[in-house]
């Protein structure tokens, strides 16, 4: 039985940071796990271009405790109205790393979003040409579709046409929680690929609704049915290079999610290697668990993975039942759990 795990540091290619004093609350968490994080752009106002991206990363940097090595990497919310000129001189000086693309509507602070993909078309071109990666919020907001379809519905109307269209543009399919999803990027040519948070992996709609609604299982994309958890839960295992690890960590105070109109987001960045690991341990994969945690997400995105090693071993480890979320306390995801393998270096 293997009792410890060493592997290349991994990174969060993606996750929610916030501002200010929840920002300087949740930074340290990630910091202590990761090296690199794409951080997601929905503030309010949303970081729409170059300037502000650049002077959010150094609000990020001043959060990171002394002797920490961490480097936040920008992403820009693409409007209607997103400047191509903008985007590509963030790229090329290294600011941006890739642009997000949330439908108007579809989540926490995307009111600002695209409206239509046709409108970003020539933002698209030019992302397609300069080699800029697009980060995709996989979901359709008519109301005429049910929650529970938006994903695969996204799929056929949007993703599967834009990807025919531009086949050059890389394209993360972010937090995927179907096997619609899975059956697309595996069919998709090697520009296509996805990441996989922890909570999809762990739980099926019944964890939200069964015996009594949990608000913090709540997230957007909302967790599917047990065949879709069971059909990312192959995926990410698998070994192949097309998934890798984001959390989608997104920190919602406690009374903003315990409400009658509840904020979508699951806060894992304190725990979520131990989270991710537990699931490679199950499948009896943990041979794949350094490629999807730490080698398959640079080589997508064209960097090196990183030098540093750390260290994961078999061993409880008690998650709390919140943490200090800045002005007001959050729940972590698997609070009041013991988990089985916690990181020691
Ligand atoms: O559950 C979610 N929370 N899904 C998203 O797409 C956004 C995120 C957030 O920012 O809270
Ligand atoms: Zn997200």
């Known amino acids: 039985m293997v009792e410890s795990l060493t592997i290349r540091r991994p990174d969060d290619w993606h996750l929610h940071f916030r501002d200010g004093d929840t920002m300087r609350a949740v930074v340290p968490h990630t910091a202590r796990q990761f090296a690199r994080a794409i951080v997601m752009p929905n503030l309010a106002p949303p970081v729409t271009t170059t300037a502000l991206a650049s002077a959010y990363r150094e609000r990020i940097l001043d959060a990171v405790p002394d002797g ?4 936040p ?7 209607d109205e997103t400047d191509a000129d903008d985007l590509a001189a963030g790229h090329a000086d290294g600011v941006l790393i890739a642009a997000k693309l949330y439908p108007a509507g579809a989540t926490t602070n995307s009111a600002h979003g695209v409206t239509d993909v046709r409108n970003i078309m020539g933002v698209l071109e030019r992302m397609a040409e300069i080699g800029m990666p697009l980060c995709v919020h996989g979901e359709v907001t008519t109301p005429d579709i049910d929650i529970f379809d938006r994903e695969a519905v996204f799929i056929d109307r949007v993703l599967q046409p834009l990807v025919d269209r531009l086949p050059q543009l890389k394209v993360i399919f972010e ?12 069919s998709a040519g ?3 690929a996805a990441t996989i948070t922890p909570q999809h992996l762990h739980i099926n709609r019944n964890d939200i609704l069964v015996g009594g609604i949990r608000p913090h299982m709540y997230c957007l994309p909302v967790a ?7 059909a990312l839960r192959g995926a990410a295992t698998s070994g192949s290079p097309k998934y890798f690890l984001g959390t989608d960590s997104a920190p919602h105070h406690r009374h903003d999610k315990e409400s009658d109109c509840g904020c979508a987001g699951i806060f894992n960045a304190p725990f979520a290697l131990e989270s991710y690991i537990q699931v490679f341990d199950d499948e009896d994969a943990l041979g794949n668990f350094e490629a999807f945690a730490s080698l398959n ?3 997508f995105y064209g960097m090196a993975p990183n030098e540093e090693r750390i260290t994961l071993e078999k061993a409880p480890v008690d998650v709390p039942r919140e943490v200090d979320g800045g002005a007001a306390p959050i ?5 009041g759990e013991t988990l089985a393998w916690r990181l020691v270096s």
């Open 68 to 71: 920490t090595d961490f480097t």
């Open 73 to 79: 990497l920008m992403t820009a919310y693409l409007t």
């Open 175 to 186: 937090h995927i929680t179907t096997m619609q999803a899975v059956s697309f990027v595996e």
């Open 190 to 192: 090697p520009n296509v």
């Open 224 to 230: 599917k049915r047990e065949q879709h958890k069971l």
């Open 297 to 299: 997400g640079p080589s």
């Open 331 to 335: 729940v972590p995801f698997n609070a």
